[in-house]
């Protein structure tokens, strides 16, 4: 009989006060997954306390960076990495500040926060390197998300990483036969595939969510190939509830959670100690 492998639970740490993975955290991850290859290098921009990468990093053997703007997620990130015991380069830094530079990788090692177990981190070049690039990116105007907690703000305001500044990173780092992929509001779809087809990316396919089948989508996952000409697939819609009630999940959604198997550990911000937090004997 086929030996069947038991996913790890992945444990992730999180600012109670700030900006926590959801659900839609978990659908982009299911979407990714079909994607990815044994082998590939895999750059996450804004990566948040690191759910999205850490979770492709258990399932698939790729070799995993993550890019975080604000310092306090990046320490969470890799903090989330070494009790997962999972491998990952982790940079505090800000994508539109890496525009500029020439080799963010070796321009950044000063703010590296880095874990990988196995090896030492290599500089290694910047531009076309990664096989795959996938991200969570703000998409809300200030206007329809503003918020006085500033993590939030960060996270979820596209004003923090605008749309055209983010494909055009992406171009940057992507390999010539590269992958991107992401979520973004349905609403700025014509908008996302405007920009897309700017920097000659090709829509490889895309996946509508919806909360109910009689409301409207609340979220796009696309996937895009870079120089390159696929017939586009549009997937079947993913439908999160049959009923009315939050947990009234539907069947698919319910088996996206039970492979997920995450569980998060929410943390005050003033309980840790940021100093310390990535010492070994912090627990």
Same mark, same amino acid.
């Given at each position: 009989?086929?030996?069947?492998?038991q996913q790890k639970l992945l444990r992730i740490y999180q600012i109670t006060q700030g900006y926590c993975y959801n659900s839609d955290s978990l659908f982009l991850w299911n979407f990714i997954m079909p994607h990815l290859h044994n082998g590939d290098k895999v750059l996450e921009i804004g990566s948040g306390s690191g759910i999205i990468g850490l979770l492709c990093a258990r399932d698939k053997h790729i070799a995993l960076y993550q890019v975080e703007k604000q310092k306090e997620y990046a320490l969470l990130n890799v903090k989330n990495?070494?009790?997962?015991?999972?491998?990952?380069?982790?940079?505090?830094?800000?994508?539109?500040?890496?525009l500029?530079?020439?080799?963010?990788?070796q321009d950044y090692n000063r703010s590296l926060l880095?874990?990988?177990?196995?090896?030492?981190?290599?500089?290694?070049?910047?531009?076309?390197?990664?096989?795959?690039?996938?991200a969570n990116p703000p998409f809300y105007a200030t206007q329809t998300f503003?918020? @006085?907690?500033?993590?939030?703000? %960060?996270? $979820?305001?596209?004003?923090? &990483?605008?749309?055209?500044? *983010?494909?055009?990173?992406v171009k940057k780092m992507l390999k010539p036969n590269g992958t991107l992929l992401f @979520?973004?509001?349905?609403?700025? %779809?014509? $908008?996302?595939?405007?920009? &897309?087809?700017?920097?000659? *990316?090709?829509?490889?396919?895309?996946?509508?969510?919806?909360?109910?089948?009689?409301?409207?989508?609340?979220?796009?996952l696309i996937?895009?190939?870079?120089?390159?000409?696929?017939?586009?697939?549009?997937?079947p819609p993913l439908i999160?509830?049959?009923?009315?009630?939050?947990?009234?999940?539907?069947?698919?959604?319910?088996?996206?959670?039970?492979?997920?198997?995450t569980y998060s550990i929410k943390v005050n911000y003033n309980d840790i100690m940021w100093d310390t937090l990535l010492y070994p004997s912090n627990p």
């Open positions: 009989m086929p030996i069947i492998k990495a070494q009790v997962n015991n999972i491998n990952s380069h982790v940079f505090h830094a800000d994508c539109l500040d890496l500029e530079s020439q080799n963010f990788l880095h874990y990988n177990s196995n090896q030492a981190f290599d500089s290694i070049p910047s531009q076309h390197y990664f096989d795959c690039i996938i503003s918020s @006085c907690n500033h993590f939030k703000n %960060i996270a $979820k305001q596209s004003s923090y &990483l605008p749309l055209e500044s *983010f494909v055009f990173f @979520c973004y509001a349905p609403s700025m %779809i014509t $908008k996302v595939l405007d920009i &897309l087809k700017q920097h000659r *990316f090709a829509l490889h396919s895309l996946r509508l969510v919806y909360p109910r089948i009689d409301k409207n989508a609340s979220l796009i996937c895009a190939k870079i120089n390159s000409n696929p017939q586009t697939i549009i997937l999160t509830h049959i009923g009315i009630h939050q947990k009234d999940n539907s069947r698919e959604v319910q088996d996206i959670y039970n492979k997920a198997m």
